[in-house]
């Protein structure tokens, strides 16, 4: 009699991984599946353990450690299902996994490969997302580390690869792919099955809604055959496969570029997917990025007090920045009035160009030297100061402190992004203030993070004293008690 399915579990010891992931696929089983384990040999209490699930599963028994190909191989030659689902004993699924596997694979009929994703324990941030090959040729998990509700992990997707730690493979497919290649070592053997089965026509799909939490490589060990295995992906796939993480990440709008009528091209990169390294950033680089950043929040202040200026003459800007229709002035009177805001805009762009015109000082450069005075009236000689700031040295150049960047790398240089949420940016300030930091310094041109991170400004309200001026807030990390 055959099944919908036949969910495989290729184990070699660790009885009690083993109990664990029984214990969570079991109960949610749909009917007309079944539950095949192969033991590879356990030496330990796999056996007994086993045998306590009695016939709501069935046993393959290899008299010798084959490897990871050969136990999948046996068990789908003892599977009734049509469709096989691959699965690891260092995983635990979550409620219907099973059942997102088989409804993605019935709405997709040319999928003949169905992966699912993988969260790492306790934290609960993605292993896998699917697989993409780097530039490097090598295949990667997609997206390891991102939040598990995050919407590039969360669509679903054709891709060339996904891991073999949980996936369902039709029948046919893996029948005419010849099933996993022993010549693999329990690593990559997954990949390789993908590939090929991808090469005569079949289609590898990511399905976010089959959740699963994995271990990832607890139940079997790869050092000492794990370059084996990249020796033959090598030689077999490496400079045949399409290199397609950049076109995910684009798709996935992580990245994003603009296209001038000259180079250098503008690029955008979600701190979530990179970072630049600090130790590599040449001193032009970040005289660049230092600059970029004035330029930034200069042109945003300018923006804001032109836009004011405007307004006050009821010549305010619509959404096209087509002007408002003007009232001609009534009397005498109202022409004067009309005539003075006038004057008022001219001679606030009048000043617009000779900042620009002396040296570019403009309202960024002021902050920075506003900055520096109110630190030195209410931080003491010789405290080491966090700056909130994008990179900008000038920040840190305070009269007898420390200045130091916030966030910073490990070096001390500027981290290159933002945190990821108000919580991690609490744990990096934590780890700065015990090593060392007595007070972080929030400029008005940052207060934004006080407004986006809310947990951040809640913690810092809740635990430190602070003082505010029109440029900055000071906040006194000394004391955990708020005074």
């Known amino acids: 009699m055959s099944a919908v399915a036949s969910v495989i579990v290729p184990v070699h ?57 050969n136990a999948c191989n046996a068990g789908a030659e003892a599977a009734r299902g049509e469709a096989l689902v691959f699965l690891n004993n260092d995983t635990e699924p979550r409620s219907g996994w099973l059942q997102a596997l088989l409804g993605y694979a019935e709405s997709h009929p040319a999928a003949a490969v169905v992966g699912a994703k993988l969260l790492y324990p306790k934290t609960e941030a993605v292993q ?10 090598y295949p990667h998990n997609l997206y390891a580390g991102f939040p598990p509700e995050h919407p590039a992990v969360s669509r679903p997707r054709r891709l060339q690869a996904v891991t073999g730690a949980c996936f369902l493979v039709r029948r046919q497919a893996f029948e005419e792919a010849g099933g996993f290649d022993t010549g693999f070592a329990n690593s990559l053997e997954d990949v390789d099955l993908c590939l090929r089965i991808g090469e005569a026509g079949g289609e590898v799909h990511y399905c976010p809604a089959a959740e699963v939490v994995h271990l990832e490589s607890a139940s079997r060990g790869r050092e000492s055959r794990f370059e084996q295995s990249v020796d033959l992906y090598r030689r077999r796939w490496r400079e045949r496969v399409r290199r397609d993480d950049l076109a995910v990440y684009a798709e996935d709008r992580l990245i994003e570029l603009e296209y001038p009528a000259s180079y250098p091209i503008p690029l955008s990169v979600s701190p979530l997917l990179a970072t630049l390294r600090s130790g590599e950033r040449e001193p032009e680089t970040e005289r660049l990025l230092e600059l970029y950043a004035r330029q930034v929040s200069d042109l945003l202040q300018e923006v804001v007090r032109l836009t004011a200026a405007l307004a006050e003459t009821g010549m305010e800007s ?58 030195s009236r209410g931080t003491p000689a010789g405290a080491t100061v966090l700056v909130v700031s994008r990179g900008d040295r000038e920040l840190l150049r305070l009269e007898e402190r420390e200045g130091r960047h916030f966030p910073a790398g490990a070096d001390g240089g500027y981290l290159g992004h933002h945190p990821r949420d108000g919580e991690e940016a609490i744990a990096w300030l934590e780890a700065s203030r015990g090593d060392g930091a007595q007070y972080l310094v929030v400029p008005s041109s940052s207060y934004w993070w006080l407004n986006h991170y809310t947990e951040f400004a809640e913690h810092l309200g809740d635990r430190y004293a602070k003082t505010e001026s029109d440029c900055c807030a000071i906040y006194r990390l000394a004391s955990h008690a708020r005074v």
């Open 128 to 137: 896998h997302a699917g697989v993409v090959f780097g530039q490097d040729g």
């Open 318 to 375: 619509g959404p096209a920045l087509e002007p408002a229709p003007q009232v001609a002035p009534s009397s005498a009177a109202e022409h004067r009035d009309f005539l003075a805001s006038v004057s008022r805009v001219e001679e606030e762009i009048h000043r617009l160009q000779l900042d620009f015109q002396v040296g570019g000082r403009l309202g960024y450069r002021k902050l920075v030297e506003r900055v520096r005075e109110e630190v």
């Open 13 to 69: 010891d660790r009885a009690a991984l083993t109990r664990r992931c029984l214990e969570a696929v079991l109960p949610g089983l749909p009917a007309g599946c079944e539950a095949i384990v192969v033991d590879d040999a356990s030496g330990d209490d796999t056996p007994r353990v086993l045998s306590d699930f009695g016939e709501a599963i069935r046993t393959v028994r290899l008299s010798r450690n084959a490897g990871f190909a």
